[in-house]
């Protein structure tokens, strides 16, 4: 497979910005972070003026052409490239938009170095030609299914974590729940915080970190609810901390409710809905998935 070309970035310098640092246009103009411009002007291709490298402190002119390269630059994530479930959503030359796997981690960790959606998206970049790397944006816990934001390259993972937790980066779940919360919509906002003694358990507690999360009952059955979830804030395992706050634990939560994997081998939560502003043309994109078999026969 031919290698595709590395992503680039180009500005066409204007009257006003004449006589500015290449320095100043690659911050200004195309909204680079010191940490972007430092990692890719090593780069024998990294920092170009009308196809001449230059270094940061060069002055342009007038109607030149400023091009920086953002993707393809040294691997150091160390990823494995491994062949496995990859359902891509949607994809640009920015970044994927994933539909995830129940049973998959994000990231490679102690027992799953081989098996991770870094390791698929590695092969599926090395098959595929494409000179990107894994920047994971925001993060699923192993059990959850659904909507997941892979960033290509690292500017345009700095520009979307800015957007997290803000009105710009929205994420919408789904979850089945043991009982029907009460009242059936609201807002959870109760602070989160380690559970003394264990390494991956979180309980609410006065002391930790500020956390919210609306939900709405969409519907009943088999003593188990649908929830709709929206969260404000993004601390580890919040939506089922939360629904175990309210006396609804999800169905089959090993960690905060009753697990029971002839019923459901995973808490029952999905990713259902996700709304971004593009990192780069600034366009608004949103994905709806519909809810999973597994979690379906639960109501």
């Not at 170009?48 to 400023?66: I, K, P, S």
């Not at 009242?183 to 956390?211: C, F, K, T, W, Y």
Request: charged share 25%; net charge positive.
């Amino acid at each position: 497979m031919e290698l595709q070309a590395p992503r680039r970035l180009e500005l066409t310098v204007t009257a006003d910005q004449a006589g500015e640092k290449v320095d100043t246009l690659l911050h200004r103009g195309l909204g680079l972070s010191g940490t972007v411009i430092r990692r890719v002007k090593w780069l024998e291709d990294g920092i170009l003026l009308d196809g001449v490298r230059v270094h940061t402190n060069c002055r342009a002119a007038e109607g030149q052409r400023l091009s920086v390269r953002v993707s393809g630059g040294p691997d150091r994530g160390g990823l494995i490239p491994v062949p496995g479930p990859l359902d891509i959503v949607y994809e640009d030359p920015d970044l994927l938009v994933l539909n995830k796997a129940p049973g998959v981690p994000c990231h490679p960790g102690p027992g799953h170095y081989s098996d991770t959606v870094g390791n698929f998206i590695a092969f599926y970049y090395k098959k595929a030609g494409i000179p990107a790397g894994y920047h994971p944006v925001h993060r699923l816990d192993r059990g959850t299914s659904g909507l997941l934001v892979v960033a290509k390259h690292p500017h345009a993972q700095e520009r979307l974590k800015q957007q997290l937790h803000t009105p710009d980066f929205r994420r919408g779940y789904l979850a089945v729940c043991d009982g029907v919360p009460e009242p059936s919509a609201g807002m959870v906002d109760a602070p989160i915080g380690p559970e003394p003694g264990s390494l991956m358990a979180r309980r609410v507690d006065p002391q930790g970190q500020r956390a919210r999360t609306r939900y709405r009952v969409l519907r009943t059955g088999q003593g188990r609810a649908l929830v709709e979830l929206e969260l404000e804030t993004g601390r580890t395992h919040q939506i089922r901390v939360h629904m175990a706050h309210l006396g609804c634990p999800l169905t089959g939560d090993f960690l905060y409710g009753v697990e029971d994997r002839a019923l459901i081998p995973r808490p029952a939560l999905h990713s259902a809905r996700l709304s971004l502003l593009h990192p780069i043309s600034g366009e608004r994109l949103s994905w709806c998935l519909p809810l999973p078999g597994d979690m379906e026969k639960l109501i």
